[in-house]
């Protein structure tokens, strides 16, 4: 087919293909162990996949409720109140999306106008930044500050004015594995007292975390709560990334400028799986269990590599491990990454990607959402180099 010869005015100039993709393919391509992208190898319940089949084999494949299904608005609710003592109506203020991406894309589309501003903290998932400049606003990037990756709230207190509309939270945090604390938290309902500005909780790995820690959700906070909306994400819960099914919380004035966009950009999401995972989630303990599981693997992970080169960075949620490998060579992290991918035979993620400005400090992401036998043969590698 010819070119299109017009003119186009792309509104993401300078956008590349995502660092995941490119380090998957090349995984793909060269036979590597993939720890690179965040999915796990081994299977999901049975007993969610027969409850798929149970409601595919009712009738249930016609369009849901804009909503979300019923069932599962509920069950949501009541978890949330049972774990936080938090109280969202499921009619209300609970929304089923296609995975948290979307959830984050339409949050931020109904909220940010031209000219708004939204501060986010790098190392940042990949999602925000784009979401953001599409819809006008204008990304504001807080460092997080190394070793421990926490934020410097005196930084940010310096960067919100008159224009910011938005503050963008993720804990526990993808790609670094930091959480925030309870003081973190206190201080961000100090500096948007007496403002307009929204807080969009990035919450999806808010099962996996770890060593007895508290998750700090912004449901424990009534005066926080309120002017926020957060997102979760059944693909990290169930080990069922390629389902993309997640959901969002947010206090009624909130979820009704959300619904605007939502049910225009996406409107209803794949309904047997819905009911399906309304039904599993009544167990409580599918969900529960996940903070010990992953735990176990990031200790089993740690313990098989304490022999290597590479200085951890200690882990306290989601199922990514910081390396980082000064002690090894001075190569950049995409170089060393792509390097270590055809040579050794083992994928991982550069961060610098995950900022704006490819901030380069010889360190890689390790997916530990694997096999024991996967991560044998990953550590073996690791061990070597």
């Keep these: 087919m010819q070119d299109f010869s017009g003119t186009i005015t792309s509104k993401l100039p300078g956008t590349e293909t995502s660092i995941f993709a490119i380090m998957s393919a090349l995984a793909n391509e060269t036979g590597a162990i993939n720890l690179s992208q965040g999915f796990p190898d081994f299977p999901i319940s049975e007993k969610l996949i027969e409850l798929v089949n149970k409601y595919m084999r009712q009738g249930m494949n016609q369009y ?3 909503l979300g299904v019923q069932a599962l608005r509920e069950v949501i609710s009541e978890k949330v109140f049972n774990m936080y003592a938090a109280s969202y109506h499921p009619n209300k203020e ?3 999306t296609a995975g948290a991406t979307q959830a984050i894309y339409t949050i931020i589309s109904a909220m ?6 939204v501060i986010i903290f790098e190392p940042a998932y990949d999602s925000y930044i784009p979401a953001i400049k599409i819809n006008g606003g204008i990304p504001v990037l807080a460092q997080l500050q190394t070793p421990d990756y926490h934020i410097d709230w005196d930084i940010v207190k310096k960067m919100i004015n008159k224009n910011t509309r938005m503050i ?4 526990p945090h993808n790609p670094t594995g930091s959480v ?9 309902i100090k500096l948007t007292k007496k403002t307009d500005i929204v807080i969009l ?9 770890f060593d007895g820690i508290l998750h700090q959700s912004v449901c424990l906070y009534p005066e926080l ?3 926020s909306f957060i997102t979760y994400s059944f693909g990290k819960t169930l080990h069922a990334t390629g389902w993309k099914m997640g959901y969002v919380l947010a206090p009624e004035n909130l979820m009704k400028e959300f619904r605007k966009v939502h049910q225009f950009n996406v409107f209803t999401c794949n309904t047997p799986i819905q009911y399906a995972i309304a039904e599993y989630l009544k167990d409580a303990e599918n969900y529960n269990y996940l903070s010990g599981f992953y735990q176990q693997k990031r200790d089993f992970f740690l313990e098989q590599i304490k022999g290597s080169r590479f200085n951890i960075i200690p882990c306290y949620g989601t199922y990514f491990q910081l390396l980082n490998y000064s002690k090894i060579t001075d190569e950049k992290e995409t170089d060393f990454a792509i390097r270590m991918t055809k040579e050794f035979k083992l994928a991982s993620i550069p961060v610098s990607p995950f900022y704006h400005n ?3 400090n010889k360190t890689l992401r390790f997916c530990f959402a694997k096999t024991e036998e996967t991560m044998m043969k990953a550590a073996e590698i690791l061990n070597r180099i």
């Design 64 to 66: 849901a409720p804009m």
């Design 94 to 96: 609970i929304n089923i």
């Design 112 to 117: 940010i106008h031209e000219g708004d501003e």
């Design 168 to 171: 963008i939270i993720n804990s």
């Design 180 to 188: 925030l604390k309870e003081e973190d938290i206190k201080m961000l």
């Design 201 to 209: 909780s990035d919450e999806v790995y808010e099962h996996l975390i």
């Design 225 to 227: 709560a309120e002017r």
């Design 358 to 360: 490819g901030f380069d």
